[in-house]
T-cell receptor, first 114, second 115 residues
């Protein structure tokens, strides 16, 4: 059983388009995250939600809008895609947001903006 | 600024060698430190989590140590195997209100174990 799943795995699109990436976890965790891994493989947090509430919002352009319909899902919607948005986006989850728990990562979504 | 640095950036060793990967961080006020493994084109797999009150954690051939005062952690891999080849990432959950709950990653060490 997949603990943290993301769809799609690959996403190729044109500049200016709007796209969404979905994430689901079946671990019963309260906290979910979105990370971005750039071309240099550097991973950086974007957002964190706890019980559907936004708790971390790193300096991310407002073209990125996360949405958590329930504790098990955290989707990422990106408006007006730019070349610089090309990266691998990882979803993760942990039991709590207190910083003491292991984070479990999804397989990633490779976004390519042409 | 809270940063995590990993040395070396890449390491190539023959099978069977014991090896050490290094991680340093700029602020000793941390909640925990995690070591992850990332295989090409795949997600991250958590290897070891060390809480701030702990000095080390062990899992199989892996041992991770934590020295908060010097801002360092090491990941020791015993009797390396070709299947250990991957990128190893160190991530720190720093203390402080704006850092609470978020991981700051190093840039990783690419490990190649050749037969």
């Amino acid at each position: 059983d997949t603990a943290v799943s993301q769809t799609p795995k690959y996403l190729v699109t044109q500049m200016g388009n709007d796209k969404s990436i979905k994430c689901e976890q079946n671990l019963g965790h309260d906290t979910m995250y979105w990370y971005k891994q750039d071309s240099k493989k550097f991973l950086k947090i974007m957002f964190s939600y706890n019980n559907k509430e936004l708790i971390i919002n790193e300096t991310v352009p407002n073209r990125f809008s996360p949405k958590s319909p329930d504790k098990a899902h955290l989707n990422l919607h990106i408006n007006s895609l730019e070349l610089g948005d090309s990266a691998v986006y990882f979803c993760a989850s942990s039991q709590d947001w207190g910083g003491t728990d292991t984070q479990y990562f999804g397989p990633g979504t490779r976004l390519t903006v042409l | 600024k809270q940063e995590v640095t990993q040395i070396p950036a890449a390491l190539s060793v023959p099978e069977g060698e014991n090896l050490v990967l290094n991680c340093s961080f700029t602020d000793s006020a941390i909640y925990n430190l995690q070591w992850f493994r990332q295989d090409p084109g795949k997600g991250l797999t958590s290897l070891l989590l060390i809480q701030s009150s702990q000095r080390e954690q062990t899992s199989g051939r892996l041992n991770a140590s934590l020295d908060k005062s010097s801002g360092r952690s090491t990941l020791y891999i015993a009797a390396s195997q070709p299947g250990d080849s991957a990128t190893y990432l160190c991530a720190v959950c720093f203390g402080g209100g704006t850092s609470y709950g978020k991981l700051t990653f190093g840039q990783g060490t690419i490990l190649t174990v050749h037969p």
